[in-house]
């Protein structure tokens, strides 16, 4: 079993940026794929960023070039850098562990409780 809490989020300026950390217990963290969504208020969830146990990455289109997600093994971390922030990613944020299969990240049972970016314009 894996818990995870999210960290980092809060109150920035469009264009800004802000980090979000993920911190997960468990002895086999390492052996998960890891992902980020967001739900923004009247949406739906959407998967922002993913990465697997080897460090494969893959993004949603419309962060791609400004969000980073990596993981830290060592510290059962996983992150988000988030640059050029807009309103548009105003969001709660959630972590998860998931799987990839056919290059896909499919998310698992394990989520985060979140944490709330807000961009203003």
């Known amino acids: 079993q894996v818990q995870l809490v999210e960290s980092g989020g809060g109150l920035v300026q469009a264009g800004g940026s802000l980090r979000l950390s993920c911190a997960a217990s468990g002895r086999t963290f390492s052996r998960y794929d890891m992902g980020w969504y967001r739900q923004a208020p009247g949406k739906e969830r959407e998967l922002v960023a993913a990465?697997?146990?080897?460090?494969?990455?893959n993004y949603e289109d419309s962060v791609k070039g400004r969000f980073t997600v990596s993981r830290d093994d060592a510290k059962n971390t996983v992150y988000l850098q988030m640059n050029s922030l807009k309103p548009e990613d105003t969001a709660v944020y959630y972590c998860n562990a998931g799987v990839f299969y056919s290059g896909t990240y499919h998310y698992g049972d394990y989520w985060g409780i979140g944490t709330l970016v807000t961009v203003s314009s």
């Open positions: 990465i697997s146990d080897a460090g494969v990455v």
